[in-house]
């Protein structure tokens, strides 16, 4: 399960050329995209728990929280509700790989919402692929979100990751 808001989704390419959909391909996996475009991560862990029950996955890919960085929203909300995510996501028993969000900054790398988070609940981050991605013009079809090439280069970090932790 692939949840979280437009850069799961896809905008910008067709959905065929989504990360869910190209990590589908090179892994040979089900992969559900459960992304919704322009989505706070409050209305997010509103909507995860039906998500969670009507695809009951073995691992959920959880790359969400974009729009709040965008809008400036408050960080401790913003920590508070993937927290409840991560903690909704645990209760059902699957796996997590979180991908980390830079903040709004060009030069910025991972944000300490997503580390701390994972040092303190012992969750499996990704943390350089978005701010890597962002970073490269050649890589996007707008000042946010992914063109091809730069969603299968998500989509193969992923790969590489939920092989690295034994999940594949």
């Given amino acids: 399960l692939a949840f979280g808001d437009s850069l799961t989704r896809v905008k910008g390419v067709s959905e065929s050329f989504s990360y869910p959909s190209v990590l589908a391909q090179i892994s040979g996996l089900e992969v559900v995209n459960a992304g919704v475009s322009g989505e706070l991560s409050a209305a997010g862990l509103r909507r995860l728990p039906q998500v969670l029950e009507s695809s009951n996955p073995d691992l959920v890919l959880l790359l969400h929280g974009g729009n709040d960085i965008l809008r400036n929203q408050s ?3 913003l ?3 993937l927290l409840s995510m991560i903690s909704l996501i645990e209760k059902s028993g699957a796996e997590l790989l979180m991908l980390c969000l830079p903040e709004k900054s060009l030069f910025s790398s991972c944000s300490s919402v997503y580390t701390d ?6 969750v499996v981050l990704e943390k350089g692929i978005i701010a890597k991605l962002i970073k490269q013009p050649s890589m996007k079809s707008d000042t946010v979100h992914f063109n091809k090439a730069g969603y299968r280069a998500l989509a193969e970090k992923v790969h590489e990751e939920l092989k690295k932790e034994g999940w594949l």
């Fill in 75 to 77: 960080k401790v909300n």
């Fill in 79 to 81: 920590q508070s509700n």
């Fill in 117 to 122: 988070l994972a040092e303190d609940h012992g």
